[in-house]
């Protein structure tokens, strides 16, 4: 079992930047691919971007915005958002796989997530 708990979301104004943070606890491995995932109230979960090993996926509504990192020794996934949009308003989950990938049904593991919201 995995356990993630996402952190840092919070009211941000257009332009701005914000760092979200996923912290695994349990039985852990580097080997998961660590995923970003976004949702708004009446759409679909959606990708943001994934990490995994060394190389890094992201979708084209958040590539060259926003970048996924990792620090192995905190056991923690990183997701910088830089000039953030309002419509990047959501809430942020991540999520770990043994498969990775942009759909959401290959990963096992979800954090509770945390709300973003970048204000005009």
């Known amino acids: 079992q995995v356990e993630l708990v996402e952190s840092g979301g919070r009211l941000v104004t257009a332009g701005g930047s914000l760092r979200l943070s996923c912290t695994a606890s349990?039985?852990?491995?580097?080997?998961?691919?660590m995923g970003w995932f976004r949702q708004t109230p009446g759409k679909e979960r959606e990708f943001v971007g994934v990490l995994s090993g060394p190389s890094r996926y992201y979708a084209m509504s958040v590539a060259g915005r926003f970048t996924i990192s990792r620090d192995n020794a905190k056991n923690t996934v990183y997701l910088q958002m830089n000039s953030l949009k309002t419509e990047d308003t959501a809430i942020y989950y991540c999520a770990a796989s043994q498969i990775g990938g942009a759909n959401q049904t290959a990963y096992k593991y979800w954090g509770q997530g945390t709300q973003v919201t970048v204000s005009s």
């Open positions: 349990g039985r852990t491995s580097s080997s998961y691919h």
